[in-house]
């Protein structure tokens, strides 16, 4: 199971950079030690804490009178040691 889909690049996503805080969009099924485990494993860094939060789809209306709901989503907020950073996260 992947459990890292992609980062978020978002204005306010990339305002936490200089806190050392990084938001990716990961799998529904991960839970806090699985996703530690993949950023420690994949960027050789030492995660101090993960956040995570459960994000519901909008639902759309498709042709003016149909209703669409988008998939729901998780996002976690994984916070590094002091002073390490991950490359490719622009500030």
Known sequence: MQILISPVITEK??????????VFKVSVR?????????????YKVDVVSVNIVNVK???????????SQ???????IITLKKGQKITGFDE
């Open 13 to 22: 996503s990339l305002g936490k950079v200089a806190e050392g805080r990084y």
């Open 70 to 76: 988008k998939k729901d989503w998780k996002k976690a």
């Open 30 to 42: 991960a839970n806090k030690p699985s996703v530690a485990h993949a950023v420690e494993g994949l």
């Open 57 to 67: 789809g909008k639902t759309k209306l498709v042709r003016g009178q149909f209703r």
